[in-house]
């Protein structure tokens, strides 16, 4: 059997190019830690406030280094709107929705997840260095959603 060379280079370029998208998908998982969410819990949104963690909103120290950082999303303002976290520690951010689907993105971070209606999110990041961090609502949730921002102060 004749295979053009065209036609080898062409299957040759895309066992490359998924060898590539591999290497890029393990090192995203492995090296980077990027993991798709598990199901932490789930929540009545209407009895949010009412909920333990959530009606107490806020940064608590959990163990020593350990920090719980438990904030909810809602149109369109996160609360609370300002957290203090010292560098170094272990920071878990857990939080849901009272209304609609919004993003929890923090800028300069791999901190990224969705605050879903119904639904608990959870995810644990170290900051290495004091600094500001915005955090912003990447999901459009309506008129408000370019003015539904936060802020982590690592201190
Ligand atoms: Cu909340 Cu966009």
Same mark, same amino acid.
């Given at each position: 059997? /004749?295979? %053009?060379?065209?036609?080898?280079?062409? $299957? &040759?370029?895309? +066992?490359? =190019?998924?060898?590539? @998208?591999?290497?890029?998908?393990?090192?995203?998982?492995?090296?980077?830690?990027?993991? $798709?969410?598990?199901?932490? &819990? !789930?929540?009545?949104?209407?009895?949010?406030?009412?909920?333990?963690? @959530?009606?107490?909103?806020? +940064?608590?120290?959990?163990?020593? #280094?350990?920090?719980?950082?438990?904030?909810?999303? /809602?149109?369109?303002?996160?609360?609370? *709107?300002?957290?203090?976290?010292?560098?170094?520690?272990?920071?878990?951010?857990?939080?849901?929705?009272?209304? +609609? =689907? %919004?993003? @929890?993105?923090?800028?300069?971070?791999?901190? *990224?997840?969705? =605050?879903?209606? &119904? !639904?608990?999110?959870? $995810?644990?990041?170290?900051?290495? !260095?004091?600094?500001? %961090? $915005?955090?912003?609502?990447?999901? @459009?949730?309506? =008129? #408000?959603?370019?003015?539904?921002?936060?802020?982590?102060? +690592?201190?």
């Amino acid at each position: 059997m /004749q295979i %053009h060379r065209y036609e080898k280079a062409f $299957l &040759g370029i895309s +066992v490359v =190019l998924l060898i590539g @998208f591999m290497g890029a998908l393990f090192y995203s998982a492995f090296g980077m830690g990027i993991m $798709l969410p598990t199901d932490e &819990g !789930q929540i009545d949104p209407a009895a949010v406030r009412t909920t333990p963690p @959530f009606d107490s909103p806020g +940064v608590r120290e959990t163990a020593p #280094g350990k920090y719980e950082v438990v904030m909810i999303g /809602q149109a369109w303002a996160f609360v609370p *709107n300002e957290v203090r976290v010292p560098a170094g520690a272990e920071v878990t951010f857990v939080g849901t929705s009272t209304d +609609v =689907l %919004h993003g @929890f993105g923090i800028e300069g971070t791999r901190v *990224n997840m969705m =605050l879903v209606p &119904g !639904q608990i999110s959870r $995810l644990t990041y170290t900051f290495a !260095q004091p600094g500001e %961090h $915005l955090i912003i609502c990447h999901e @459009f949730c309506g =008129l #408000g959603h370019h003015v539904m921002y936060g802020k982590v102060i +690592v201190e």
